[in-house]
Nanobody
Framework: QVQLVESGGGLVQPGGSLRLSCAASGSFFSIYAMRWYRQAPGKQRELVAAITSGGSINYADSVKGRFTISRDNAKNTVYLQMNSLKPGDTAVYYC?????????WGQGTQVTVSS
C-alpha cells in the first residue's frame, strides 16, 4: 500500500512560480515511477511530467522548459517545480505512483494562476 500526500498548491500570478511536493508513505520497497497529472474543469486528466526510478523524465509539450520534475528517493518524495506559470496551467494537480503493478493517486492540490 502506498499513500500519497500532495502539497504546495495555491494562487499565483501569471509568470510566478510554485513548487509542488508529493510524499509517499506506507509499506513498500521502491516505487517504479512517479508522475504528475493535472485536470482542469471540463477537461480530461492529462499527464504533465513523469520520472522513473532510473531517472528517465518526460514532459508534456505544454510545460517543457517551464516545469521540472525531480525525485528524492531517500524521502520518497517527488517534486514539480513550476515556473513562468500561465493561466492555462490552472488545474488540480495529482501525484501518481506505480508500485507492484498498481497505480496510486494523491488527493490533488489546486493550482490557480490568475492576476
Amino acid at each position: 500500500q502506498v499513500q500519497l500526500v500532495e502539497s504546495g498548491g495555491g494562487l499565483v500570478q501569471p509568470g510566478g512560480s510554485l513548487r509542488l511536493s508529493c510524499a509517499a508513505s506506507g509499506s513498500f520497497f521502491s516505487i517504479y515511477a512517479m508522475r504528475w497529472y493535472r485536470q482542469a474543469p471540463g477537461k480530461q486528466r492529462e499527464l504533465v511530467a513523469a520520472i522513473t526510478s532510473g531517472g528517465s523524465i518526460n514532459y508534456a509539450d505544454s510545460v517543457k522548459g517551464r516545469f521540472t520534475i525531480s525525485r528524492d528517493n531517500a524521502k520518497n518524495t517527488v517534486y514539480l517545480q513550476m515556473n513562468s506559470l500561465k493561466p492555462g496551467d490552472t488545474a488540480v494537480y495529482y501525484c501518481n505512483a506505480d508500485y507492484l503493478g498498481a497505480s496510486y493517486w494523491g488527493q490533488g492540490t489546486q493550482v490557480t494562476v490568475s492576476s
